[in-house]
């Protein structure tokens, strides 16, 4: 490639020394003048000479003063400035020797009839070329779609210029190009829209400033072209780029110093502008000759040669053949360049100009061809590309429908309207086409596919079951690679009791069957559309034992085998359709196999880094499964531990009964023997439910009120009449699931601590409803049972404003729970951190239970007034249903009934 440094030198100084030639030979044509010639006037009318000799208006511009002095096409000429005109030549030499500015008069014959128009004569602005309507149109069309093709452009390189030094200088690129196109475009709009502002108003110093501005961004571009070409070609040849690159600057600074040194106080009127054509015109395609030349050479010496008929072979070898009719265009047509009156001249300077689009176009592809692009450049590609189409097709349309209803004088808003939905119909299934190709030029398969494994390993910390996890796997897999089909094999979990996900499927007994130590372990398949023939797991069962011990990958494509799978093992993964056979590694040994069949794309084979995004996934996949086994596990550990809790807390609660009733019987047994037989009996039925109910959570309220009623009917015995007792529960909530001694023992509370601290006794009502608390609005299951006693109170509750009203126990703070009825002990006030100061061990058992059980700590509540008492709210919401053992399981209440 060193022939290729030599080639760049040649290139580029051949390049500048030719552009050079029309800046001297302008700047010799400027020596000893001390400013170029004043700007011509133009009458803004293309004259046609008749047979006759008569000079007829073929073409005036709607917006130019010709116009606005009412100048019409087909109009005469009789005289000009009061003297007859029959040569058009001499017409327009009369007609330019006028100075800019100044109005004169035209004698028209039109319909039979002389008119005398007044027209104020203009300078024609620089570019811009009126005197063909073909031309003029040509011109609007082409820069409307340059300026759309620059717009994309642009979209696609800013983004990237903060990350890639390719981005940056094709930034700069675009921006001068754009700089060009852009004021170009704004200049016909305005002519073509309000016409050419007068002289002396500021839209005219916007206008022509609009003219400078795009006069130094067409005079950049080519440097910048060059410049960048340069560089990028001897980069990618393994070489620092040249210094003697800086020469493209040249030509640009050698024409700013002819034109400062000529004309200081005015260097961009419109007669400097026009006199800068011809060289900018060389110079413009002698650079994009040098550029598309070096692309072609570069791609023709690089080891290896780049392929014949690529984008860039092409696009490149098709922009030389442009620049190059272009340049000997220039310099046949320079020696009579005239681009005021000639419109051959305007058709070549337009042409010129718009050469830039192509250059911007496979700057705009190599840009992206070295740097990733994401959605939002996808979604902005789509946009533009569509809405700047449906702008094109409705004006292009609109024109045409225009154009022949207005010859016919026939109303075409109709047609209008049809014609807009059409265009909606037909560029909604564009958009959608676009954005999919979109997607597929802008990001490769392997950016895809390294795209969507992030996007998965980021929501596997979602996935909570092992089924799930093998099933989404699969999938996003299959998806990502674009593979006909893909199995996973993950062991599943011995101590695990998840649910079973959808698409996935635990094995067991037959289909469990593995070898060696795989044996009694099951496993759980997650599946990406299966096809014929089935890779099965009689299939997996017999290639897993040489997989696991080997730990490699089996590849269909030896490129990237590294298994040494027996041969009929081999063979028989192919003829099931199994491309690529990858172990996952887990703690030790592999924990599973991926399986997928081959890619849906024709021809297209599974590589190194499709291997390699394949790894990284495995060792993510094992990370997630060791997971969700210790999750499992600790499940698993959690519901143990909550049942012995639970059973620890019965066992508090019981010894509590037999104490208080075994004092009862033994203060009766010698003055009252038959109470005491009955109390016996009482306290039996409630041994034998105790039993019966074993390690249940929850029991149906008719059980547990049966329960309350034996309880009150021993606390009757000892309290006599001092006790009175009313219990209310509907029939309709009596299979109502309710913790089981959550009941009994707030009225073990409130007979203990409330009635019993009560002189002359009192009253202890238990009724169960239907709730209406805030909390579970617009759940009509939810239950409240309420235990009221007339006892002596809580004091720690009561009222501190003195105005009677009764106190609700609130969470004092994030430790403490709000739960409680009755009034306790001084000796039952152990307190715990969690726990208001006068809970005792009854209460605590309880509101833990209730704790563990609904996941909630708002489910008792506390009022209590002095000489009242106290009222307490068991708020029962349904029992939870993933909880093992809280169902309601049906104790027959004749246990509890026989008394």
Same mark, same amino acid.
């Given at each position: 490639?060193k022939? %290729?440094?030599?080639?760049?030198?040649?290139?580029? +100084?051949?390049?500048? /020394? !030719?552009a *050079?030639?029309? #800046?001297?030979? &302008? =700047?010799s044509?400027w020596?000893?003048?001390?400013?170029?010639?004043a700007?011509?006037?133009?009458?803004?009318?293309?004259?046609?000479?008749?047979?006759?000799?008569?000079?007829?208006?073929?073409?005036?511009?709607?917006?130019?003063p010709?116009?606005?002095?009412?100048?019409?096409?087909?109009?005469?000429?009789?005289?000009f400035?009061?003297?007859?005109?029959?040569?058009?030549?001499t017409l327009?030499?009369?007609?330019?020797?006028?100075?800019?500015g100044e109005?004169?008069t035209f004698?028209?014959?039109?319909?039979g009839?002389?008119?005398?128009?007044?027209?104020?004569?203009?300078?024609?602005?620089?570019f811009?070329?009126?005197?063909?309507?073909?031309?003029?149109n %040509?011109?609007?069309?082409s820069f409307?779609?340059? +300026?759309?093709?620059h /717009? !994309?452009? *642009?979209?696609? #390189?800013?983004? &990237? =210029?903060?990350?890639?030094?390719?981005?940056?200088s094709s930034?700069?690129?675009?921006?001068?190009?754009?700089?060009?196109?852009?004021?170009?475009?704004?200049?016909?709009?305005?002519?073509?829209?309000a016409?050419?502002?007068?002289?002396?108003?500021?839209?005219r110093?916007?206008?022509?400033?609009?003219?400078?501005?795009?006069?130094?961004?067409?005079g950049?571009?080519p440097?910048?072209l060059?410049?960048?070409?340069?560089?990028?070609?001897?980069?990618?040849?393994?070489?620092?780029?040249?210094?003697w690159?800086?020469?493209?600057?040249?030509?640009?600074?050698?024409?700013?110093?002819?034109?400062?040194s000529?004309?200081?106080?005015a260097?961009?009127?419109?007669?400097v502008?026009?006199?800068?054509?011809?060289?900018?015109?060389?110079?413009?395609?002698?650079?994009?000759?040098?550029a598309?030349? &070096?692309?072609?050479?570069?791609?023709?010496?690089?080891?290896?040669?780049?392929?014949?008929?690529?984008?860039?072979?092409?696009?490149?070898?098709?922009?030389l053949?442009?620049?190059?009719?272009?340049?000997?265009?220039?310099l046949?047509v320079?020696?009579?360049?005239d681009?005021?009156?000639?419109?051959a001249?305007g058709?070549?300077?337009?042409?010129?100009q718009?050469?830039?689009?192509?250059?911007?176009?496979?700057?705009?592809?190599?840009?992206?061809?070295?740097?990733?692009?994401?959605?939002?450049?996808?979604?902005?590609?789509?946009?533009?590309?569509?809405?700047?189409a449906?702008?094109?097709?409705?004006?292009g349309?609109?024109?045409?429908?225009?154009?022949?209803?207005?010859?016919?004088?026939?109303?075409?808003h109709?047609?209008?309207?049809?014609?807009?939905?059409?265009?909606l119909?037909?560029?909604?299934?564009?958009?959608?086409?676009?954005?999919?190709?979109?997607?597929?030029f802008?990001?490769?398969?392997?950016e895809?596919?390294?795209?969507?494994l992030?996007?998965?390993?980021?929501?596997?910390?979602?996935?909570?079951t092992?089924?799930?996890?093998?099933?989404?796997?699969?999938?996003?897999v299959?998806?990502?690679f674009?593979?006909?089909?893909v199995?996973?094999?993950?062991?599943a979990a011995t101590?695990?009791?998840d649910?079973?996900g959808d698409?996935a499927?635990?094995?067991?007994?037959?289909?469990?069957?593995?070898?060696?130590?795989?044996?009694?372990?099951g496993?759980?398949?997650?599946?990406h559309?299966p096809?014929?023939?089935?890779?099965?797991?009689?299939?997996?069962?017999?290639v897993?034992?040489y997989?696991?011990r080997?730990?490699?990958?089996?590849?269909r494509?030896?490129?990237?085998r590294?298994s040494?799978?027996?041969?009929?093992?081999?063979?028989?993964?192919?003829?099931?359709?199994?491309?690529?056979?990858?172990?996952?590694?887990g703690?030790?040994?592999?924990?599973?196999?991926?399986?997928?069949g081959g890619?849906?794309?024709?021809?297209?084979?599974?590589?190194r880094?499709d291997?390699?995004?394949?790894?990284?996934l495995?060792?993510?996949?094992?990370?997630?499964?060791?997971?969700?086994d210790l999750?499992a596990?600790?499940?698993?550990?959690?519901r143990?531990?909550?049942?012995?809790?639970?059973a620890?807390?019965?066992?508090?609660?019981?010894?509590?009964?037999?104490?208080n009733?075994?004092?009862?019987?033994?203060?009766?047994?010698?003055?009252?023997?038959?109470?005491?037989?009955?109390?016996?009996?009482?306290?039996?039925?409630?041994?034998?439910?105790?039993l019966?109910?074993?390690?249940?959570s929850?029991v149906?309220l008719?059980?547990?009120?049966?329960?309350?009623?034996h309880?009150?009917?021993?606390?009757?015995?000892?309290?006599?009449?001092?006790?009175e007792?009313?219990?209310?529960?509907?029939?309709?909530?009596?299979?109502?699931?309710?913790?089981?001694?959550?009941?009994?023992?707030?009225?073990?509370n409130?007979?203990?601590?409330?009635?019993?601290k009560q002189?002359g006794?009192?009253?202890v009502?238990?009724?169960?409803?239907?709730?209406?608390?805030?909390?579970?609005a617009?759940?009509?299951?939810?239950?409240d049972?309420?235990?009221?006693?007339?006892?002596?109170?809580?004091?720690a509750?009561?009222?501190?404003?003195?105005?009677?009203?009764?106190?609700?126990?609130?969470?004092?703070?994030?430790?403490?729970?709000?739960?409680?009825?009755?009034?306790?002990?001084?000796?039952?006030?152990?307190?715990?951190?969690?726990?208001?100061?006068?809970?005792?061990?009854?209460?605590?058992?309880?509101?833990?239970?209730?704790?563990?059980?609904?996941?909630?700590?708002?489910?008792?509540?506390?009022s209590?007034?002095?000489?009242?008492?106290?009222?307490a709210?068991?708020?029962?919401?349904?029992?939870?249903?993933a909880?093992?053992?809280?169902?309601?399981q049906?104790?027959p209440?004749?246990?509890?009934?026989?008394?």
């Amino acid at each position: 490639m060193k022939r %290729f440094r030599y080639v760049t030198w040649v290139v580029l +100084a051949a390049a500048t /020394l !030719l552009a *050079l030639v029309p #800046v001297g030979r &302008l =700047a010799s044509e400027w020596a000893g003048q001390r400013a170029p010639a004043a700007p011509r006037s133009t009458d803004w009318v293309r004259w046609t000479q008749q047979d006759g000799g008569a000079l007829v208006a073929g073409y005036v511009h709607p917006s130019s003063p010709a116009a606005q002095a009412g100048l019409r096409t087909g109009d005469a000429l009789y005289m000009f400035s009061y003297r007859p005109y029959r040569d058009r030549d001499t017409l327009r030499q009369a007609v330019a020797a006028v100075p800019p500015g100044e109005t004169r008069t035209f004698h028209v014959l039109r319909d039979g009839r002389f008119e005398r128009l007044n027209v104020t004569l203009t300078a024609q602005p620089a570019f811009l070329y009126p005197l063909s309507p073909d031309l003029w149109n %040509f011109s609007l069309w082409s820069f409307g779609f340059a +300026a759309f093709f620059h /717009l !994309l452009g *642009l979209i696609v #390189v800013a983004p &990237l =210029a903060r990350r890639s030094r390719r981005a940056r200088s094709s930034l700069l690129l675009l921006g001068a190009s754009s700089l060009w196109v852009f004021s170009t475009l704004v200049r016909l709009l305005i002519m073509e829209t309000a016409g050419l502002p007068e002289a002396t108003t500021s839209a005219r110093q916007v206008f022509d400033g609009l003219a400078v501005a795009g006069t130094l961004g067409w005079g950049a571009f080519p440097a910048l072209l060059l410049h960048k070409v340069v560089c990028d070609t001897q980069e990618a040849a393994g070489q620092v780029p040249t210094r003697w690159r800086f020469a493209a600057h040249l030509p640009l600074l050698a024409l700013g110093a002819v034109v400062l040194s000529v004309a200081p106080t005015a260097p961009f009127r419109a007669g400097v502008l026009h006199a800068l054509v011809a060289p900018m015109l060389l110079y413009t395609c002698c650079f994009v000759v040098a550029a598309a030349g &070096l692309v072609l050479v570069y791609l023709r010496m690089a080891p290896p040669p780049a392929p014949a008929g690529s984008w860039s072979d092409t696009g490149g070898a098709f922009l030389l053949l442009c620049a190059l009719a272009a340049a000997a265009l220039v310099l046949g047509v320079v020696p009579f360049f005239d681009p005021v009156t000639n419109a051959a001249t305007g058709w070549l300077v337009v042409t010129v100009q718009l050469l830039s689009t192509g250059p911007v176009a496979l700057v705009t592809l190599a840009t992206l061809r070295h740097v990733t692009l994401g959605g939002l450049l996808t979604r902005a590609f789509t946009y533009v590309a569509v809405l700047g189409a449906i702008f094109f097709a409705f004006v292009g349309g609109y024109t045409i429908i225009d154009a022949y209803f207005g010859t016919t004088g026939m109303a075409h808003h109709v047609v209008v309207g049809l014609f807009v939905i059409f265009l909606l119909a037909v560029f909604e299934r564009l958009a959608r086409r676009v954005r999919l190709y979109a997607s597929r030029f802008f990001a490769t398969e392997t950016e895809r596919a390294r795209a969507a494994l992030g996007r998965f390993q980021e929501q596997m910390r979602t996935i909570l079951t092992h089924e799930a996890l093998a099933q989404q796997t699969a999938a996003v897999v299959g998806e990502a690679f674009q593979a006909r089909s893909v199995r996973l094999f993950l062991r599943a979990a011995t101590d695990a009791d998840d649910d079973e996900g959808d698409g996935a499927r635990p094995l067991s007994g037959d289909d469990a069957r593995g070898d060696g130590d795989d044996a009694s372990s099951g496993w759980i398949i997650g599946t990406h559309h299966p096809e014929p023939p089935y890779f099965t797991q009689q299939h997996f069962e017999r290639v897993w034992p040489y997989l696991r011990r080997e730990g490699r990958v089996w590849a269909r494509n030896p490129e990237i085998r590294d298994s040494t799978l027996p041969e009929q093992r081999a063979q028989m993964l192919e003829e099931r359709g199994v491309a690529l056979a990858l172990p996952i590694a887990g703690d030790g040994e592999p924990i599973g196999l991926l399986a997928m069949g081959g890619k849906k794309k024709r021809g297209a084979l599974y590589d190194r880094t499709d291997l390699d995004l394949l790894r990284f996934l495995a060792g993510q996949l094992a990370l997630a499964t060791e997971r969700l086994d210790l999750v499992a596990r600790e499940r698993t550990l959690a519901r143990a531990s909550a049942r012995a809790e639970l059973a620890a807390l019965r066992a508090q609660i019981n010894p509590h009964f037999l104490f208080n009733a075994l004092n009862t019987i033994a203060s009766l047994i010698d003055v009252q023997p038959e109470r005491a037989e009955a109390t016996v009996e009482h306290l039996s039925a409630i041994f034998r439910h105790i039993l019966q109910t074993g390690s249940q959570s929850f029991v149906p309220l008719e059980e547990e009120f049966t329960l309350v009623r034996h309880y009150l009917q021993i606390e009757q015995v000892r309290f006599g009449d001092a006790l009175e007792v009313q219990l209310d529960l509907p029939p309709a909530l009596e299979r109502y699931a309710a913790p089981a001694f959550a009941v009994q023992t707030l009225v073990e509370n409130a007979v203990k601590h409330g009635i019993a601290k009560q002189r002359g006794g009192g009253r202890v009502r238990v009724t169960a409803r239907r709730s209406r608390s805030s909390a579970d609005a617009g759940d009509e299951r939810a239950v409240d049972v309420t235990v009221d006693d007339s006892g002596a109170g809580i004091p720690a509750l009561f009222p501190s404003s003195g105005d009677g009203a009764p106190a609700e126990r609130e969470r004092p703070s994030a430790h403490e729970r709000t739960r409680g009825s009755g009034s306790l002990s001084q000796d039952e006030t152990r307190q715990e951190t969690s726990h208001p100061p006068f809970y005792g061990f009854g209460l605590r058992n309880v509101a833990d239970r209730l704790e563990r059980l609904y996941e909630r700590t708002d489910l008792l509540r506390l009022s209590s007034t002095p000489d009242e008492g106290t009222t307490a709210v068991l708020h029962l919401p349904p029992a939870p249903d993933a909880e093992g053992d809280a169902q309601v399981q049906t104790a027959p209440p004749e246990a509890l009934r026989r008394v």
